[in-house]
């Protein structure tokens, strides 16, 4: 059978992301990409060759099985379905989350949706311990919004269990039409019960960079994922806020799920001092190829970057590159732990294979993956956020008031507290303490001080927590690696 390859992109926003935790790399015949010239080839039809001839007792086993199906099972079988079951098994047994068979009317979504934005909820999943779990969600998504988090778990959909489903058909589930509604029953770690939160559909715009000129000279530059166009935009930004007379750079990457390796690479370029380290990769037997940065030179001016748990792939790339080959402070949390690397391979029909086919390492050649790895990048200045960040507002269309205890009660207790408006407790129970909190925060947005959480009243919450989270005076990671800044100034 021929295969067809090309590179494409992982970082792809099907609502939900359609490709698991997307990596920081794809790979094609000639090896780990043009930029990585020079790895062994990998699937060449001669390695396909000798895998077929090395287990012929096994291929016959497979022909086998499949001609007795095609011959004698009663309600008669399938063709394609039975290749498509068949590879889907293989792919299945390697209990590998980044591994993804896609038939042709999946494949084509994953193709369709590497434009400049896609309908959808705006969030990274994967699969994890057979649940879809959410890796980050995208800045000002409907997700960020709703209050999804970083290793919630969701379980259903508008009332569909997405139990025994793989992660595209669950995938499919949580996509829709701009404007309707995807119901999420979601467990999340460290609580009791269920979270019932509704994401309103939308549009979600790929803008990858953000910059602005902070007080005392110190630029932040903010990157949500890694795109087509996300490394020239870097670097326009970069040199605009140089042109202003930068004294100090810190970047951002928490809840960067990752995406393209060569944007990646080329943002290390600009900041990377010339000829260090900037990623190793290594692929199954052993073969190791390593990058150093292109820039001339190295920066006047001290780095620091923010990462966090929904840190992954190629956001933990440039954290370690800068970190072991440019002196930078990493501030936040350990980040996620995807240290691998996935070819695509383009099947005749349209269907195709992403295989997991290397691992990549930092510039000491550590292994950060969460499957046999560190588990993630180790901040060298630790910062948890604080615990109201973790809590989910309300959800329009779920009533709370005087009396009930669930969940959703202690998820609006740790927002009114994250707020200022000392609701008495946070355990679940809504006592007489969270009412009044409630009707406080009603006189001060002039709605009606009724104490119940409605509507207009939850929609109201939600706007003024995500304006709470945004503030930078309230960041306590930005604060600690602005001050990592300074003190290198001085």
Known sequence: MQFRARTVALMVIV????????????VKDGGILDRLAGTPALWLDGDLAAAVQGDDEGFEKLKTAYAVIKSQYVRGANDKKLIDGAIQGMVDSLGDPYSVYMDPSTAKQFESNLESSFQGIGAEVTMKNGKVTIVSPFKDSPAEKAGLRPNDQVIKVNGVSLEGMSLNEAVMKI???KGTIAKLEVIRPGYSGVLHINVKRDNIP????ESKMMPEQIGYIQITQFSNDTAKDFGNQLKQLESKGMKGLVIDVRGNPGGLLPSVLDIADQLVPGGKNVLITQDKAGNKVVYKSKLQGKKSYPISVMIDKGSASASEILA?????????????????????????????????????VAKWLTPSGT????????????????????????ATPPSPGQTLKRDMNSPAVRNLQMVLDGLGFNPGRKDGYFDQKTELAVKSFQKIKGLPMTGVVDDKTAAKIQDAFIAMLRDPANDVQLQVAIEAIKKKIR
């Open 367 to 390: 292994w950060i993956d969460q499957h046999g790895g560190t588990g993630g990048i180790q901040p060298t200045l630790p910062v948890k956020s604080p615990e109201y960040e973790q």
């Open 15 to 26: 609502s939900i992301v359609l490709s698991s935790v997307t990596t920081a790399a794809v």
């Open 175 to 177: 996509r829709g039409p």
């Open 206 to 209: 790929i803008k990858t960079v």
């Open 320 to 356: 370690a590159a800068l970190k072991e080959s440019a002196g930078a402070q990493v501030v936040g949390e350990k980040s996620f732990g995807k240290g691998t690397v996935q070819t695509v391979k383009d099947f005749g029909d349209g269907s195709n294979l992403k295989l997991t």
